[in-house]
Structure formats: C-alpha cells, structure tokens
C-alpha cells in the first residue's frame, strides 16, 4: 500500500478499511496488519478504527494525474475525506509524536470495468507534503 519512503507512517503491505459511522457522521479508517506487510502500524494507527476522517465536499473527482500534480487549488476543488493531526510516529522531539494531516481523495473509475480508486497524501506541517502518494482500489 505505501511507498518505501513512508514505512514510518503506513507499513509497505498494510491494509485499510475505510468505515462510515453514521451515528458521529465520519468515516472510521481501520487499520490491518496483512501476511505481506513490512513494519507495524503504530501510534493513532495502533488504536481500533482511532482515526476519523470528515467528508468535504468538492465540485468533482480527482483524476489520479491530479492528485499526482499536487497543484492546492486545483486539488481544493475535488471530493474528499480528511482528518487532521493524526500520529503516525515519533517526532525529532524524545517523547513526541509527530502528527500528520491525512487527505483521502475519491477517484472516479475511468471505465465500466475497473474499480473505483483512492488516493492518500500525508501532509505534515513540519515538512509540507511527504515524497509520493498512497494509490489504492475501493473494493465493494
């Protein structure tokens, strides 16, 4: 599931589902451990479904190419979850966590035959957006 450079926020191999609890209308992303993942999940990721992301309404879907550009304003405009101050691992700081803003975007499949997509950008406000993305498939 993730890039080599962020095994320190999301295990290479982990699984996420993505749940809506509509009684605090958010969505709940649960993380996995899967035979083929690399590391371990740790800190908010570590808690049953501990992290909650808020649906934020867009005038479209992003295109993959889109996400991939990573242009703010054109990206302000696509359908999307979000959770802010997630942590993910430790900080430089001894003791601290340093937390992460997590953007789910909701990629429209482009035929009949494929799956719908997603796509996860980690953004800390330490170091702006982190080197690459997370892509993955909606399974039904």
């Not at 982990?14 to 999940?41: F, H, N, P």
């Not at 900080?91 to 990629?107: P, Q, R």
């Amino acid at each position: 599931m993730s890039r080599p450079e962020q095994i320190d926020h999301v295990p290479q191999g982990g699984k996420l589902t993505l749940i809506y609890d509509s009684e605090d209308d958010v969505y709940r992303a649960c993380a996995r451990a899967s035979s083929k993942q690399r590391g371990s999940w740790k800190a908010d990721w570590a808690a049953p479904c501990a992290v909650t992301l808020n649906f934020v309404r867009g005038s479209r879907y992003c295109t993959l190419s889109d996400v991939k550009a990573g242009n703010a304003e054109v990206l302000s405009g696509c359908h999307r979850l979000r959770s802010r101050e997630v942590a993910m691992h430790a900080s430089t700081v001894k003791g601290g966590m340093e937390l992460h803003d997590m953007i789910v975007f909701l990629i429209e499949a482009t035929t009949k035959d494929r799956k719908a997509e997603l796509a996860i950008l980690l953004d800390s406000p330490s170091r702006v957006t982190h080197n690459g993305i997370i892509h993955g498939t909606i399974f039904p």
